[in-house]
T-cell receptor, first 114, second 113 residues
Framework: AQKVTQAQTEISVVEKEDVTLDCVYE???????LFWYKQPPSGELVFLIR??????QNEISGRYSWNFQKSTSSFNFTITASQVVDSAVYFC???????????FGTGTRLQVFP | EAGVVQSPRYKIIEKKQPVAFWCNPI?????LYWYLQNLGQGPELLIR????????DSQLPKDRFSAERLKGVDSTLKIQPAELGDSAVYLC???????????FGSGTRLTVV
């Protein structure tokens, strides 16, 4: 069975702090995709990143970075120098290569205070 | 390019009434999904379409839920009759092909009273 665990329900930081959102997954597939989505108060899920299970290179995009470690089944997301606009619920998700069905975690609510 | 468009944005109905949600995917996207998001939870897949064909509807409660995607473009999700527990956000998404990242719409927030 596939499962995604986001143990942090809510995180509060002050602007300019760095913050890491944890994601641990379970799957029996040897090939799979991992995703992060952002859900601002408007409700729309905004795609942030997709990572193939064969690619364990860390990725950086501006203030965002992702650390994929297959050995610990983790795909953590770090926001550097957080801003108020980063306040949202962040979801980690998993899909098999063939099923295309996204399995979401329960999300982490990030609040960034000025 | 317009994103995935859903309507209505909000809907309040009394229990036992029918309700329908509409989704217009991104032009050219053959794959369409309906997800259900309960409060404080991640979305869960209800149904996936490849063009007009429902290829995965195993999570759709077929006693009261139905969906269609005529002509492989727009899709409608219906609940009849609605129950209090159906109060949730119904999200539509589309992708160009299997394995691509989805694009989600803003969702329809349903409240059943």
């Amino acid at each position: 069975a596939q499962k995604v665990t986001q143990a942090q329900t809510e995180i509060s930081v002050v602007e300019k702090e760095d913050v890491t959102l944890d994601c641990v997954y379970e799957t029996r597939d040897t090939t799979y995709y991992l995703f992060w989505y952002k859900q601002p108060p408007s409700g729309e899920l905004v795609f942030l990143i997709r990572r193939n299970s064969f690619d364990e290179q860390n990725e950086i995009s501006g203030r965002y970075s992702w650390n994929f470690q297959k050995s610990t089944s983790s795909f953590n997301f770090t926001i550097t120098a957080s801003q108020v606009v980063d306040s949202a619920v962040y979801f980690c998700a998993l899909s098999g290569v063939n099923t295309d069905k996204l399995i979401f975690g329960t999300g982490t609510r990030l609040q960034v205070f000025p | 390019e317009a994103g995935v468009v859903q309507s209505p944005r909000y809907k309040i109905i009394e229990k036992k009434q029918p309700v329908a949600f509409w989704c217009n995917p991104i032009s050219g996207h053959n794959t369409l999904y309906w997800y259900l998001q309960n409060l404080g939870q991640g979305p869960e897949l209800l149904i996936r379409y490849e063009n007009e064909e429902a290829v995965d509807d195993s999570q759709l409660p077929k006693d009261r839920f139905s969906a269609e995607r005529l002509k492989g473009v727009d899709s409608t999700l219906k609940i009849q009759p609605a129950e209090l527990g159906d109060s949730a956000v119904y999200l539509c998404a589309s992708s160009l092909r299997t394995g691509d990242g989805y694009t989600f719409g803003s969702g329809t927030r349903l409240t059943v009273v």
